[in-house]
């Protein structure tokens, strides 16, 4: 069943057989992270002919690719991860949605592609918000939101391709960290490094997170719960995690954190942590910071605690730290003062508990 168009760009196509009422509230109950989807996704394509055509809200199906698509040999690929809230009176809000599209967009020139315009991102977002909106669970959950653009023109020739899909699929979602509000371990990556300078470390495309995999993977071994990278130039100074940005918590109330470059995904999370910061009147510093300082600074109590941000995770404290050569701990070895401040501070503003008079928040319904 076809609705009629609620914009001049997107239409609607209905699931003809979605998932039950009852099934869908039982799987809201455990969602998990990342495993359960909703019934609806966005599908766009963009030719050079053409440009951006054919944008609709359609049933979630598997997607057909030719053998040759680019993106199966060359990565031409992006995304995005954002996340819809359900307020305590009902309101459907997004955090810095807009950021998301600037992003976005920032990632598909860096890799060469189409940008998507801001108000067709912003628009196809809320449509299958919309559309899906039985699906955003209450409490604690949210509704995890994945854009993502790939190459799918049918050739073997190394250039930018002629033609790309734009796809927005939806995912009920919990705690990141299965510990909850419990501080996090993290292996120190001395061999392995995610970007480097000139290369696509400040885009959000796929390849850099399958060039972390083997890390997290030697990080997990290590029984620990995420893997951080150093510079690929140095091996020395702390860059992020495998999907996270990070800060140091000093002793004297100021806050650390690897500056951009190039090389750091510019987290919207990292910026919205800056300014709540700041505003609590603590001194930020986007500076360098080395491997050896954090030990040090942790040996002689400088260092009182410390965190990684992102979307999905929001804010988790980091608690414990290994490496090649030993092992040690955050402040007392737990989730920080300051984190929870901040992550409830944070949080509230996402579920529109607070008053957001930075005008983040973007209502939806």
Known sequence: MTATSTSPEITIEFHESPVSDADRIKALETP???????????????????????????????????????????????FEGMKAYKADDGRILLFRPEENARRFA????????????????????????????????????????????????????VRP??????????????????????????????????????GTGAAKCGGNYAASLVAQAEAAKKDCDQVVFLDAAEHRWVEELGGMNVFFVMNDGSVV???????????????????????????????????????????????????????AAVLAGIGLVRHAAGEFKVGD????KLTTELRQQLVSLQ????????????RVL
């Open 333 to 336: 070895g737990q989730t920080g």
């Open 32 to 78: 998990g992270f990342g495993k359960i989807f909703t019934d609806h996704m966005v599908l766009a394509r963009w030719t050079a002919d053409k440009g951006w055509h054919d944008a609709k809200v359609t049933p979630r199906r598997p997607l057909e690719l030719d053998p040759a698509s680019a993106v199966l040999h060359y990565a031409q690929e992006i």
């Open 161 to 198: 391709a002629q033609e790309y899909i734009f796809c927005i699929i939806a995912s009920p979602v919990g705690a990141y960290f299965k510990g909850g509000a419990k501080a996090v371990s993290l292996w120190v990556e001395t061999t392995y490094t995610r970007a480097a300078a000139g």
């Open 351 to 362: 579920k529109g508990v607070t008053n957001d008079e930075r005008g983040w928040t973007r």
């Open 257 to 311: 954190t690897p500056p951009l470059g190039g090389t750091i995904l510019p987290g919207i999370t990292r910026a919205s942590v800056i300014v709540l910061a700041k505003e609590k009147g603590l001194r930020v510093d986007e500076r360098p910071y080395s491997f050896e300082e954090w030990q040090a600074d942790a040996a002689s109590g400088k260092l009182v605690e410390a965190f990684a941000c992102g979307t």
């Open 106 to 157: 920032q990632s598909a020139a860096r890799m060469a592609m189409p940008a998507v315009p801001e108000e067709l991102f912003l628009k196809a977002v809320e449509e299958l918000v919309r559309v899906d909106k039985n699906w955003i669970p209450s409490g604690d959950a949210s509704l995890y939101l994945r854009p993502f653009m790939f190459a799918n023109e049918a050739f073997l020739g």
